[in-house]
Structure formats: structure tokens, C-alpha cells
């Protein structure tokens, strides 16, 4: 049976908290998802005017760009991850590729 688009988004959403950040849906009138950091504490906001597909792209286009700034903090052990030391077996690219 294909998962259906809320599926998706609900599993993308367990994988971004999986990768340290904080998920918020947000009403913000269409202006789009995006993401922050807060005293050290990454914080997905999702736009709940947009459909759940934009959403999910935007989960995956995130995690890609998170990954980019900041890789030291991509892993689902972050707390435990050493500064500059290896990621988790898996980057957040990998595991959004799986999820589509």
C-alpha cells in the first residue's frame, strides 16, 4: 500500500526531530516554512496554510541546508556528538531521499 501525503509529512517531521530540531506548525499566511536557532535550539516552523506536499519539500530542503551550516549538529545524537567528530551513519540528504 503507497503511503499517502500526511504519512509522508508526519514521517518527515519524526526525521527532522530526529535531527534536533524543534517542529512548529505555524498559520503564517503562506510567507513558507523555514528555520532558526534559539539559544542553541534549532526550530522548524511550517507553514499550515501551505499543502502537505510544500511542506514536506520544505522539511527536506531544510534538513539539506542545515546540513550544510551547521553539520556537527545533523545527527539524531547531537547532545552526544563531539564538535567536529562523525555524523550518524546517515545524513539528513540520505534519509530524505528514502522518504520520497
Known amino acids: 500500500m503507497a503511503e499517502n501525503v ?3 509529512l508526519k ?11 524543534d517542529v512548529r506548525g ?3 499566511d503562506g510567507a513558507g516554512c523555514g528555520w532558526c ?3 542553541g535550539q534549532r526550530v522548524l ?3 499550515l496554510s501551505q499543502p502537505a506536499s ?15 551550516i551547521r553539520p556537527h549538529l545533523t545527527g539524531p545524537d547531537r547532545a552526544a556528538c563531539q564538535p567536529n567528530g562523525p555524523l550518524v551513519d546517515e545524513q539528513p540528504q540520505q534519509i530524505a531521499d528514502r522518504a520520497m
Do not use: V, Y
Open 11 to 21: 514521517r518527515m517531521t519524526r526525521i527532522a526531530r530526529q535531527h534536533g530540531f
Open 45 to 47: 516552523f511550517l507553514d
Open 6 to 8: 500526511l504519512d509522508r
Open 37 to 39: 536557532e534559539i539559544r
Open 54 to 68: 510544500e511542506q514536506i519539500s520544505a522539511i527536506r530542503e531544510i534538513l539539506e541546508a542545515a546540513a550544510r
Open 26 to 28: 505555524e498559520p503564517l
